[in-house]
């Protein structure tokens, strides 16, 4: 097996053109003449590891005719998702074939492949990736254990937000004062030593007689605890009328109107959505069924007083696969199995976010005393419970995940150490039922004397492909540790968790978490979500401002019916702060960046191929090996060194069964079925101009976003 790394690298930096897809091919400069390398196309990802195959061609010195070829390769994928990109590296080539060349040629063509790549990697877009797993074998993780039960779903007819105590209020003293704060919620809620309670945003204050309320609007808290609170951010929501407080102690998502709901048609008649709300909210007429979309996932019901039932995404009413993407619920396509839109937001689970990490990172672990172990029920693994870090026991060795990197250790306090082996199987058995789960999503790839190769997929973020569509969360409830400390776990209801394919999950508090982020700012118990550690300790990062005016149902991107809701509200300074779970990259966080490679150790130098613009990217290879290309949507293939129309691939044929089109094949010398083959290379065309679309708005939508930050 050769390794060639350059041209390969050519072939995947496929994904990377930019604003247009006019960046491939890629083409090298060889001893012969020109090689020329067109968009590869996946065929499976594994971890880190990205099989493929790429149409090719030489252009012979002096000569303008280009011999085409198709090779086959194995890589290792490196990437950021803050930036959006990805290098190719460590390529090794498979398998050449030139099927126009004679033996002698094509051994001589051969040896110019292996010799010709670039010496190291190419940057490449995730959406161009993303996009051309369409036809790739990806390797799925069962999710049946997931939990879907419903939460309490309450509604509200004027504003509200949800205050929600993970079980009953928990209390701790706050330093140098005579208050205590109440530890289990997100929210800043405080009592005095007279048993009075208050809450607050940092503008908005509110006063109870008890945690659990009924809470009342207040102007005049104590001055003394208006003094010893941090100033609000300049963002911070503001109302002319206090919303209301909601109190819920156990699992439950709260659905806002704006007034009685609004109900709009869509769909040609068959759908109706809610208007005045920021909750996902439709009916199917057909049918009478009022459907939810709660943290990625559907529920149903003939009345909002329940009883609400789960339904997966790939048995919704084929009216939700029409909703048009412009529409003001587009961004529901992604929840929609089936839909362009969800099954890329599937495929870019499949792609981990990686990095090269020092062996000179360490990890401090504390505990609430001394370190308490309990088994993760069916396997032979322990976790600790009495931290705020995942700390595992596995055959009486200890290991711990923090921010996406292993460390492991001899003894649960340390010294601990990155770790370059995991024993895989044995935390591949722990089940979604327990909160240290998402550990099973982070790997070590690969490791010198100097630097460890990590990753994780989105499932670490507690992101999970489901039903053909991304859901949050396992839906299980996880029980805290109850100690002197407060260590909540990861929690899948009561923040209003959304989805689109341009920011990735964002969490709210129904219609704000205006107090959601002051009271994870201030005091203990609640901070930033993190991963790992459930709401407690360190940072996962400050809320994202987002104008209200700018984002709609759904949480699509491009326009939005939330500017007639501030208009309602009359106050279109509202904001909600939003907080983005997936464009983003654990790894180059400010806390985490000293903990990578030196990239003099970690990478070699880039050298990259140059774009042929003048050729179009339009060259594709089958599993045979078989080059063909679409020219206005016809498709020609190599016969004897020309071009000729393919009848095979252009002839109307019954589109093959998701089973057969995915069965791997043996050897590619096995010639695909005419049903097989044509689908295939369909869905490769449409796969490589979706992501060329994709690619090009992302310029725009990363702008319009990092301005409302």
Known sequence: MTTLRPLFFTLLTIFSCHAFAIDWPQQVTVDEGILTVYQPQPESLSGNTLQGRAAMSITPKGK????????????????????????????KVTKVRWPDSKDAQEQRFTALVEAAVPSTGFEISLERLAASLNTAELETKSLEQLNNDPPAIVFREKLAVLLMYDGSPRYGDIENSDYQRVLNTPIAVV?????????????????????????????????????????????????????????????????????????????????????????????????GNMYLLLSGRWYRSKSTKGPWTFVPADELPTSFANIPPASDIGGLRTSVAGTPEAEEAVLDAQIPQTAAISRDTTLEVSYDGEPSFEPVTGTSVSYAVNTATQVLKIDGRYYAVDNGVWFTATNPKG??????????????????????????????????????????????????????????????????????????????????????????????????????????????????????????????????????????????????????????????????????????????RKDNQHRLADPGVAQRDIKKARPNNKLQNNVYADRDGKVSRNVDN???????????????????????????????????????????RQHEMERARQARTRGSHSEARRPTQRREFQRRR
Request: charged share 20%.
């Open 191 to 287: 009592k005095n030593t007279r048993g009075t309670h208050y809450a607050t945003n940092g503008t908005l204050w509110y006063v109870a007689d008890s945690a659990l309320g009924p809470w009342r609007p207040t102007t005049s808290p104590p001055k003394d605890l208006a003094e010893a609170m941090p100033a609000p951010d300049a963002d911070a929501p503001s109302w002319d009328t206090p919303p209301e407080i909601v109190v819920a102690t156990s699992p439950t998502e709260l659905i806002v109107t704006q007034g009685a709901p609004e109900w709009k048609p869509l769909t040609g008649g068959e759908l109706l959505y809610v208007t005045n709300t920021e909750s996902p909210w439709l009916r199917d007429l057909p049918t």
């Open 634 to 676: 016809q498709w020609e293939s190599l016969d004897k060194g020309s071009w000729k129309a393919d009848k095979e691939l252009n002839n109307k044929v019954s589109k093959p069964s998701t089973r057969e089109v995915q069965k791997p094949s043996t050897s590619h010398q096995q010639r695909p079925s005419t049903a097989n």
């Open 415 to 588: 010294p601990w150490a990155v770790a370059d082996d995991i024993p895989k199987e044995k935390i591949a058995e722990i089940p979604p039922s327990s909160p240290v789960y998402n550990t099973t999503y982070v790997n070590v790839y690969d490791s010198t004397p100097e630097v460890v190769y990590v990753g994780y997929t989105p499932g670490y973020m507690w992101s999970f492909p489901y039903y053909g569509v991304p859901v949050y969360g396992s839906g299980w409830y996880y029980r805290p540790w109850p100690g002197r400390w407060y260590y909540p776990h990861h929690p899948t209801w009561g923040f209003h968790v959304g989805y689109n394919p341009w920011t990735g999950w964002s969490f709210g508090v129904s219609w704000t978490n205006g107090f959601l982020s002051f009271g994870a700012r201030w005091g203990g118990g609640y901070p930033y979500r993190h991963p790992g550690r459930g709401w407690y300790g360190g940072g996962y990062r400050g809320p994202v401002v987002i104008n209200t005016g700018d984002i709609n149902i759904g949480n699509n991107v491009n326009v939005g019916n939330r500017a007639d809701i501030s208009k309602k509200i009359k106050n279109n300074d509202v904001k909600v702060n939003r907080d983005r779970l997936r464009s983003d990259n654990l790894y180059t």
């Open 64 to 91: 303008s005719e280009q011999i085409f070829g198709a090779f086959w390769f194995e890589s290792r994928v490196e990437t950021d998702r803050s930036s959006d990109t990805a290098l190719v590296v460590d390529i």
